[in-house]
C-alpha cells in the first residue's frame, strides 16, 4: 500500500498545471465563456501532442496505457482551470464506450486528436441519469441496422455535452428490444444540434435530432450495456473527479479572499465562524479526492483481473465517490460565494463560472441521494460495511 | 498510488491473520468499563501480544520493538478491529508515553521504561489536562519546585485513562512561574504508588468512571525523572500528543468500520413481521452516507499514512482523522438509536446487542470532546493548513 503518488503521477499533474497557466489565464476563460459559442479549439492539437487525449488508450494504439488514476489527474487540474474543451466529453464519456467496443480505428483517432467526441445517452422524455443509459427508457432513439457493421438512427436525445465542439457523437439507441451503440459522425446528414442556453457556458448541452442518420454500429445487447458500464464507472470517476479540481480551486480563492478582506478591523479569516467553515471544506475535498483515488485504483483493478468478479469493491468505490463528490463541490462553491460577501454573486466574481461547472457535474447523475442508495443496495446485500 | 498490499504487507497480514484465528479466543471480552478479573484476562492478552511480536510494532527494535513500517502498523489496527479483540492494554504506553521516552529519555530511562511497558508488567496513564487547563493545555498550574535531589509536585491532573491501574503516568508540570507560558513547563515521569498520590475515579455521563482524577499533594518525584530538561516540557508534551495522530486514525476508522457492519447487521435483520429497520428509506439513505464517509475516511488515512512513510511527518490530512471519526461515530450511534425506538434506551447484558448502543449513544458525546475539541481541531486546520490569520 503505497498511497503517494508516484514522481510519474506528479510530474503529470504539474505539466497539467503549467499548460493550463499558460493557456487559460482567468481573464481569457472569462473571455471565452462569455462569447456565444466559447471554445477553445486552438489547445485540442497540443492536448494530443502532449498525451492527455490517449492517457487510458493501449499503446499498439497510440496511447500511453495508463491507468484511469492518471486521467483523474488531468480532469482536476482541467476543471480546475475550466479548460473551455469537449475533454470530458471525449476521453470521460466516449472513449470508454470505442475502447469497450473494441473500435480500433476512432480510439487511435481520438489519442491522435483527430476525433472529438461525446455520448448521447439521454432521452428528452427519459431518465437522463447517466446510470440509467443502458434502461430501456433512455433508448427511444431506434437503429436500423444496414449491414457491413453500419446502421442508421432515427430519434431525439438530449442535454449532450459538447455536441457543438465535437466530430462524433457515440449514441445510445435501440435495436429489436436490445441496447446498441452508434458513432455517427456530427455532420452526417439526418444529424441536427441544436444548443441548449444552459448554464455552464464552459461545457455546453446540446439537443440532438436523428434522422436515418447513418453511423458505425459500435456494439449491440450485452456487449453495448457492457461499454455503458464502462462508461459509466469511468465517467463517474473522471466528474468526481472534476469536482475535487473546483472544489479545491474556489477553496483556494476562499481562503486567499477571507486573508485580505479586513472588516472590524481585522481580516475576515480571523473570525472562527468564516475559519471553521472553511476549514469543513478542506475537509470535505480532502475526503473526495480519497475517494477518487480509491474509485480510480478499484477500477482499473477490477479491469485488469476480471477473473475476481465484476468488482464489487469497484461499484462501491465509484458509487461512494459520486456520491461524495459533486455535493460537495456544489457546497463548497456556495461556500466560497458566503465567504465573498456581496462580491462573491456578482458576475464579475469568477466564482459562479466554477459553481456553475459543479451543478452540471451534481446533474450528470441524478441526485446524490441515486449514488447512496447504489451504496446501500450494495452493502445491505453482502451485510458488510466495507470491502472484501 | 497503491491500495492494495506489497508482497511483505501481504504475508504480514496473512500471518496475522492465522494468529489471530489462532489466538483470538484468548482476548478478553471487554464492554464498558473492565473489571479486576477482566484487567487480569487483558494483561495475560496484552503478554500474548508482546510474546508474538504484536506489542510495539513500530518501534525501534533497540528499545524491543519489531521495527516495521507503519504499513504493517496499520494492518494490525485493521486485522484485530475485524477480529473484535483489543489492542494492548498498555494503549496510553505503547502508543505515546513510550515513544515519547523512546525520543526523549536517556539510555538509563529507555532500559529501564521501555521493555516492561511493552511485556505489559507496567502500565502508563497520561497526566497533562487539569480542571482549569482543558484545550489551552500550556496554562498548566501542577507546580514542580526542585528540593534538594526532588521535585516537588502539587497540583490536580484530570482525564486520566488507566490511572487507576496505572504504574507511572506522564506528568506535565509548570516548573518556573516567570518564564512565558509555554517555557515554564516540564515532563516527570511519575510513579503513581508514591507519597501524596491519590486517584479518584471520575464518574462519567455513561454511569461508569472510565477517566479518573490525580490528585498530588507534595509528592517528591527524583529529581532525574524528567524528559528533556527543565522549561523543555511542551516540546516533550508535543511529542506525546503527535502519537496520538499517525496511525491512530486508521485504528478509529477500523474500529468505526466494525460498528457499522455491527450496524448494518442489526437494522438489517428482519423481524417475525418480515420488517427491517433497513426498510424505511431514511435509515437506509443514512448508511448509505455513513459508508461513503467511513470510505473516504479510511482512504484519507491511508494516505495520511502513506505521507507519513515517505515524508516521516504526517501530511495535513492526519488532522482530518480524529475529527471526521467522532461526528460520524456520533450520528452512527444516533442513527441506530433513532432506528430502534425504546429499545435503544435499554441498557446492560439483556438489551439489544448487549446495550452497546445505548452505551455507544452516550459514550460519542466525548468524542468531539477528548484528544482535541472538535473546535480545537477546526482552528487548527484553519490556521495550519489553509494558513488563514490566527484567530487569537
Given amino acids: 500500500m503505497d498511497l503517494t503518488p508516484t514522481d510519474e503521477q506528479r510530474a503529470l499533474r504539474e505539466a497539467a498545471r503549467e499548460l493550463l497557466a499558460a493557456r487559460m489565464p482567468l481573464a481569457r476563460l472569462t473571455a471565452l465563456a462569455d462569447e456565444p459559442a466559447g471554445g477553445e479549439p486552438a489547445i485540442w492539437p497540443e492536448l494530443a501532442e502532449l498525451g492527455w487525449l490517449g492517457v487510458s488508450v493501449p499503446e499498439r494504439l497510440g496511447g500511453a496505457g495508463m491507468g484511469l488514476l492518471e486521467e483523474t489527474i488531468l480532469l482536476e487540474e482541467s476543471a480546475a482551470a475550466l479548460l473551455p474543451a469537449p475533454l470530458f466529453a471525449t476521453v470521460a464519456l466516449a472513449l470508454p464506450a470505442l475502447l469497450a467496443a473494441g473500435a480500433e480505428e476512432p480510439v487511435a483517432a481520438v489519442a491522435q486528436g483527430r476525433l472529438r467526441a461525446t455520448l448521447a445517452w439521454a432521452d428528452p422524455d427519459g431518465d437522463a441519469a447517466l446510470s440509467e443509459a443502458s434502461a430501456p427508457r433512455a433508448q427511444a432513439a431506434a437503429a436500423v441496422s444496414a449491414g457491413d457493421g453500419e446502421a442508421t438512427v432515427s430519434g431525439r436525445k438530449t442535454w449532450v455535452p459538447d455536441a457543438d465542439r465535437v466530430d462524433a457523437l457515440v449514441v445510445v439507441a435501440r435495436e429489436a428490444g436490445e441496447p446498441v451503440l452508434l458513432l455517427v459522425g456530427r455532420d452526417e446528414p439526418g444529424v441536427a444540434v441544436r444548443p441548449l442556453a444552459t448554464v455552464d457556458a464552459t461545457r455546453p448541452l446540446a439537443a440532438v435530432e436523428l434522422e436515418g442518420a447513418r453511423g458505425r454500429l ?10 455503458l458500464e464502462r462508461v459509466r464507472a469511468r465517467a463517474l470517476t473522471l466528474a468526481a473527479a472534476e469536482a475535487v479540481g473546483i472544489a479545491q480551486r474556489v477553496l483556494d480563492l476562499a481562503c486567499a479572499y477571507a486573508g485580505e478582506r479586513r472588516q472590524f478591523g481585522r481580516p475576515i479569516g480571523s473570525y472562527q465562524a468564516v475559519g471553521h467553515a472553511l476549514a469543513d471544506v478542506y475537509v470535505e475535498v480532502e475526503l473526495s479526492r480519497s475517494l477518487v483515488v480509491w474509485a480510480a485504483l478499484a477500477v ?20 461512494s465517490a459520486a456520491a461524495k463528490a459533486m455535493p460537495a463541490a456544489v457546497a463548497a462553491c456556495e461556500r466560497a460565494i458566503q465567504v465573498h460577501g456581496g462580491i462573491g454573486t456578482t458576475w464579475e466574481s469568477p466564482l459562479h463560472r466554477w459553481y456553475k461547472r459543479a451543478l452540471a457535474l451534481a446533474a450528470l447523475d441524478g441526485p446524490a441521494a441515486r449514488s447512496r442508495a447504489r451504496v446501500a443496495d450494495l452493502v445491505l446485500a453482502d451485510g458488510g460495511a466495507t470491502r472484501s | 498510488m497503491e491500495l492494495r498490499d506489497d508482497p511483505e504487507e501481504a504475508r504480514y497480514r496473512a500471518e496475522l491473520r492465522a494468529w489471530l484465528d489462532a489466538n483470538a479466543r484468548h482476548a ?18 496484552s503478554r500474548r501480544l508482546h510474546d508474538a511480536g504484536y506489542a510495539g510494532i513500530t518501534w525501534p527494535r533497540e528499545h524491543g520493538g519489531q521495527g516495521r513500517s507503519a504499513a504493517c502498523q496499520a494492518i494490525w489496527l485493521e486485522e484485530s478491529a475485524r477480529a473484535g479483540v483489543p489492542d494492548h492494554l498498555g494503549i496510553i504506553g505503547v502508543g505515546m508515553a513510550g515513544p515519547t521516552i523512546g525520543a526523549w529519555g536517556s539510555e538509563r530511562q529507555k532500559r529501564r521504561f521501555l521493555p516492561p511497558l511493552l511485556r505489559c508488567e507496567e502500565i502508563w496513564c497520561q497526566g497533562f489536562s487539569e480542571p482549569d487547563s ?36 506522564v506528568l ?78 486508521v485504528g478509529l476508522a477500523a474500529q468505526l468500520d466494525a460498528e457499522l457492519r455491527a450496524a448494518v447487521a442489526l437494522l438489517g435483520r428482519r423481524d417475525a413481521h418480515g420488517r ?24 484519507t488515512n491511508l494516505r495520511a499514512l502513506s505521507a507519513l512513510r515517505r515524508d516521516g511527518a504526517p501530511g495535513p490530512e492526519a488532522t482530518i482523522a480524529k475529527l471526521r471519526w467522532s461526528e460520524l461515530n456520533q450520528r452512527l450511534a444516533a442513527l441506530v438509536g433513532d432506528a430502534l425506538g425504546p429499545a435503544a434506551l435499554e441498557r446492560g447484558a439483556d438489551a439489544v446487542d448487549g446495550g452497546r448502543w445505548s452505551f455507544a449513544r452516550l459514550r460519542s458525546r466525548g468524542n468531539t470532546i477528548e484528544a482535541g475539541t472538535s473546535e480545537i481541531l477546526r482552528t487548527i486546520v484553519a490556521e495550519r493548513v489553509l494558513g488563514l490569520p490566527s484567530s487569537r
Avoid at chain 2, 478478553?28 to 492478552?45: K, M, T, V
Avoid at chain 2, 493545555?137 to 526532588?150: E, F, I, M
Avoid at chain 2, 517555557?183 to 462519567?204: F, K, N
Avoid at chain 2, 424505511?280 to 482512504?299: F, G, K, Q, Y
Wanted: hydrophobic letters at 45%; aromatic letters at 6%.
Fill in chain 2, 28 to 45: 478478553p471480552r471487554l464492554d464498558g468499563e473492565p473489571d479486576a478479573r477482566q484487567l487480569d484476562a487483558w494483561r495475560a492478552w
Fill in chain 1, 218 to 227: 459500435l456494439a449491440r445487447g450485452a456487449a453495448a450495456a457492457a461499454a
Fill in chain 2, 134 to 169: 482543558g484545550s489551552d493545555l500550556a496554562s498548566v498550574r501542577t507546580r514542580a519546585v526542585l528540593d534538594g535531589d526532588a521535585w516537588v509536585v502539587d497540583g490536580q491532573k484530570v482525564w486520566s485513562s488507566y490511572a487507576h491501574v496505572a504504574d507511572w503516568c
Fill in chain 2, 276 to 299: 427491517r429497520p433497513a426498510d424505511d428509506p431514511l435509515v437506509r439513505d443514512a448508511l448509505a452516507e455513513l459508508t461513503v464517509e467511513l470510505h473516504a475516511l479510511r482512504i
Fill in chain 1, 300 to 319: 482499473d483493478a477490477a479491469q485488469h483481473d476480471r477473473e475476481r468478479g465484476p468488482g464489487a469493491d469497484a461499484e462501491l468505490a465509484v458509487a
Fill in chain 2, 172 to 249: 506535565l508540570v509548570r516548573t518556573d512561574r516567570d518564564a512565558p507560558k509555554h517555557a515554564g513547563l516540564s515532563y516527570l515521569l511519575l510513579d503513581m504508588r508514591a507519597e501524596g498520590v491519590t486517584v479518584q475515579p471520575l464518574r462519567q455521563l455513561t454511569g461508569e468512571a472510565e477517566f479518573i482524577e490525580i490528585f498530588l499533594d507534595g509528592v517528591r518525584i527524583p529529581r532525574e525523572s524528567m524528559l528533556g530538561r527543565p522549561g523543555e516540557g511542551w516540546a516533550v508534551a508535543m511529542t506525546t500528543l503527535s502519537h496520538e495522530r499517525g496511525t491512530h486514525g
